[in-house]
C-alpha cells in the first residue's frame, strides 16, 4: 500500500511536470545503497543494518531545483535476541536543490516526506511480529560528482516516523548514482 502510494505520487508529479516527453527528458534514475544507523528510541534495540533506495527525479527551472519520489527498503537486526529484526520499507517525496554549477562536483541539500513502514519479525517471539506505519520526514546532504551524462554521490540523511507513539529514527549513509533519461538535458 505504501508503495502504490509512492507510485501515485510519482505519476501526480510528472502529470503537473507538463507534457510527458518534456517530463522525461528532465528525468532522472537514482539508484543507492548503503548502512542505516538507528538513532534515539530505534538505536537502543537496534543495530546498524542496510538501506537500499530507488527513485526519480524531475528538474524544475534551471536553478538546481528538482523534485521527485523514492521507495526505500532495509533492515536492522536487534541487540535483544538473536533473529530479532526489523525491516523498513517506504515511499518518500523529494526535494533537491543542488548548489553551485552542476557540471563540477559540489554540494546538494535533500528534504523527504512520505510514509514509512516498520515491521517487526522475531524467530523466538513470533506472536509479537507485526507492522505499523507512519509520515516520515527528513533531510540531508549530498556530495555529487558528475561522470559524463551520469554523476555519482555520497549522501548521508536524518530520517524519522512516529510510529505507534514511538520514534523510528536512523541515518543512512549511502553512495549511489543519478542517471539521465531521455534527451540531453
Known sequence: M?????????VAIVALGGSSQVAVAQAALTVSAGASLPMGDYGKYANTGYLATVGLLFKVGEKGLSVGGQGLFGANSHSDYDGDKTTLMGALGSVVYRLGDATKPGVSLIGNVGMLQHKYSSDQFPNEEGSSSGVAYGGGAAFTV???RMSVYLAIRYLM????NETTAFVPIQAGVTIPL???K
Not at 508503495?3 to 510519482?10: M, S, V
Not at 516516523?161 to 505507534?164: F, T, W
Open 161 to 164: 516516523a512516529s510510529i505507534e
Open 2 to 10: 505504501i508503495l502504490r502510494r509512492g507510485l501515485a505520487t510519482l
Open 146 to 148: 558528475p561522470r559524463g
Open 182 to 184: 531521455g534527451g540531453n
